[in-house]
């Protein structure tokens, strides 16, 4: 059974539908700086996936069970905010070295889902 998690999964998903621009990045150091953020975010979805398959929560308010993770992808994102501000009501596309395929966040969209109040 495939579990559907809409906690980020749409802002990743539309984000060139939504966002007024992308914003292709080339240097390796903002490449580092929003990989920083992507693993934060990657690893606060795996959390909230296991929690809604577990049934501990609906899956919209999966994440807020993980406020250690939460905080650091929040810090993370304001970290990037105060150092690229005008990424941020925007799509983001960079591509890694490693990979053939480039991968993108739609920032506007995951600060929606980070300033979600806990309740």
């Known amino acids: 059974?495939?579990?559907?998690?809409?906690?980020?999964?749409l802002a990743?998903?539309?984000?060139?539908?939504l966002s007024g621009?992308?914003?292709?990045?080339?240097?390796?150091?903002?490449?580092?700086?929003?990989?920083?953020?992507d693993r934060e975010l990657d690893q606060l979805v795996t959390k909230v996936r296991q929690c809604a398959?577990?049934?501990?929560?609906?899956?919209?308010?999966?994440?807020?069970?993980?406020?250690?993770?939460?905080?650091?992808a929040r810090a993370t994102y304001k970290r990037l905010a105060n150092k690229y501000?005008?990424?941020m009501d925007n799509s983001v596309r960079w591509?890694?070295?490693?990979?053939?395929?480039?991968?993108?966040?739609?920032?506007?969209?995951i600060r929606q889902q980070l300033n979600q109040p806990c309740s």
Request: charged letters at 20%; a negative charge.
């Open 1 to 9: 059974m495939r579990l559907v998690v809409p906690f980020f999964i």
């Open 12 to 17: 990743i998903a539309t984000a060139e539908v």
């Open 21 to 37: 621009q992308t914003i292709d990045i080339h240097k390796v150091s903002e490449i580092k700086d929003i990989e920083v953020l």
């Open 53 to 72: 398959a577990a049934g501990m929560a609906p899956a919209s308010d999966c994440y807020c069970q993980y406020p250690i993770k939460l905080a650091a």
């Open 85 to 87: 501000p005008r990424w």
């Open 95 to 109: 591509r890694n070295d490693m990979e053939q395929l480039s991968s993108n966040l739609y920032l506007r969209g």
